[in-house]
């Protein structure tokens, strides 16, 4: 079956450290591969998206991502986390025509002081 | 400004009532999805629609109906026969059927009374 999984439910960083969310996905073929993130009570920001090509993803706020097809990985990093990164992060995948995405359960990221 | 919309913020349910969702965007996007976040369940497909007049079930779509009368618009109706209402619903729209990405409202948070 398809899935997506994010093996930390909770993470904390201190703020200017390096953070790595970690994401697995479980496909037949390489699904196309997303990272939202959500602060409390709002809706979901795309960060960034892998469709195809360069495997290293840029996205939006300093985030970049890198699939890895040998670990079936999609893996969230930031070099140094600012206070204001403190969200919840979700990973989510889409391997068919019917545009259906499956999340991961989230990660939430507290940043200490 | 593009984008979608959700109201209300926070809708009140009281037993046996059924609520109605409303999800607006003005992206001119031709497909539409509902999902259901609960804590630590990531999110849930209740439904979709890829083209006016047409729409599937998701994974969770008991005790829930949607319409899609317009483009632009695809109210989730929550009914009496879903005896588990309260969670956090979030909107999304992508472009076309197939590997898009999806794009979020805001979310509506429902509370049973």
């Known amino acids: 079956a398809q899935s997506v999984t994010q093996p930390d439910i909770h993470i904390t960083v201190s703020e200017g450290a390096s953070l790595e969310l970690r994401c697995n996905y479980s496909?037949?073929?390489?699904?196309?591969l997303f990272w939202y993130v959500q602060s409390p009570g709002q809706g979901l920001q795309l960060l960034l998206k892998?469709?195809?090509?360069?495997?290293l993803v840029q996205g939006i706020k300093g985030f970049e991502a890198e699939f890895k097809r040998s670990q079936s990985s999609f893996n969230l990093r930031k070099p140094s986390v600012h206070w204001s990164d403190a969200a919840e992060y979700f990973c989510?995948?889409?391997?068919?025509?019917?545009?259906?995405?499956?999340f991961g359960t989230g990660t939430l990221l507290a940043v200490q002081p | 400004d593009g984008g979608i919309t959700q109201s209300p913020k926070y809708l009140f349910r009281k037993e046996g009532q059924n609520v109605t969702l409303s999800c607006e965007q003005n992206?001119?996007?031709?497909?539409m999805y509902w999902y259901r976040q609960d804590p630590g369940q990531g999110l849930r497909l209740i439904y979709y629609?890829?083209?006016?007049?047409?729409?599937q079930k998701g994974d969770i779509a008991e005790g829930y109906s949607v319409s899609r009368e317009k483009k632009e618009s695809f109210p989730l109706t929550v009914t009496s026969a879903q005896k588990n209402p309260t969670a956090f619903y979030l909107c999304?729209?992508?472009?076309?059927?197939?590997?898009?990405?999806?794009?979020f409202g805001p979310g509506t948070r429902l509370l049973v009374l």
């Open positions: 999304a729209s992508s472009i076309a059927r197939g590997q898009e990405t999806q794009y």
């Open positions: 496909y037949g073929a390489t699904p196309y």
């Open positions: 892998y469709f195809s090509g360069d495997t």
């Open positions: 989510a995948g889409d391997g068919g025509a019917t545009n259906k995405l499956i």
């Open positions: 992206l001119n996007h031709d497909a």
């Open positions: 629609s890829q083209i006016v007049n047409d729409f």
